[in-house]
């Protein structure tokens, strides 16, 4: 079974500071990594997502992810963050022979707050 | 395109009662999902769907059903609800026929048992 672990649950940063959200996973096979955010009391939306090639991925608003297969993470960036960027964060991870099938493991979140 | 909503958005129930929450989806995708989110625990599957008129269970399915009688729809049934229960329930799906599968959530279901 796989599963996904966040370092961190809760983040407070000032505005413009630089962000790093950790992420690693479990799983022997090849897998499909997403960064999905919550703002508050929405419902989640993809920031980004990893399938294959350039380990380097960027998604919306600023944010990017490197994929380090030898570490098996997936850690989150923003070079500045804002005080809209203030949600929660979820990793997840799905194989990628279950073709999705199998739905999504979650993290257990990191809650981020930006301070103005 | 509406995307994917779920219906009621809160609800309150009293242990015991039964409950039935609608997803509905006009992606015409054809895997479907039911999580719960509690506080530190993240999402975590209940059940989910490959197709029409199938269903699988995922990591925490007990105390639910779920049935898939329509492509677009996604049925899960509480049928006595219990305190333990209490979450936001969310619907996701998605089209695998790509091969990239990328997850769409539906607004979520608060749902309170007392």
């Known amino acids: 079974a796989q599963s996904v672990s966040q370092h961190n649950h809760h983040v407070i940063l000032s505005e413009a500071a630089s962000l790093e959200l950790g992420c690693n996973y479990s799983?022997?096979?090849?897998?499909?990594l997403f960064w999905y955010v919550q703002y508050p009391g929405q419902h989640l939306q993809l920031l980004l997502k990893?399938?294959?090639?350039?380990?380097l991925v960027k998604g919306i608003k600023g944010f990017e992810a490197e994929f380090i297969k030898s570490k098996f993470s997936f850690n989150l960036r923003k070079p500045s963050v804002q005080w809209s960027d203030t949600a929660e964060y979820f990793c997840a991870v799905t194989s990628y022979s279950g073709g999705g099938a199998d739905g999504l493991t979650f993290g257990k979140g990191t809650h981020l707050i930006i301070q103005p | 395109n509406a995307g994917v909503t779920q219906t009621p958005k809160f609800r309150v129930l009293k242990t015991g009662q039964s409950m039935t929450l609608l997803c509905a989806q006009d992606m015409n995708h054809e895997y479907m999902y039911w999580y719960r989110q509690d506080p530190g625990m993240g999402l975590r599957l209940i059940h989910y769907?490959?197709?029409?008129?199938?269903?699988a269970k995922g990591e925490v399915p007990d105390g639910y059903n779920v049935s898939r009688l329509k492509k677009q729809n996604f049925l899960l049934g509480l049928e006595s609800a219990a305190p333990s229960q209490t979450s936001v329930y969310f619907c996701?799906?998605?089209?695998?026929?790509?091969?990239?599968?990328?997850?769409?959530f539906g607004p979520g279901t608060r749902l309170l048992v007392l």
């Open positions: 799983y022997g096979g090849t897998v499909n």
């Open positions: 990893y399938f294959s090639g350039d380990p």
């Open positions: 996701a799906s998605t089209d695998p026929s790509s091969g990239r599968e990328t997850q769409y």
């Open positions: 769907s490959v197709g029409e008129g199938t269903t």
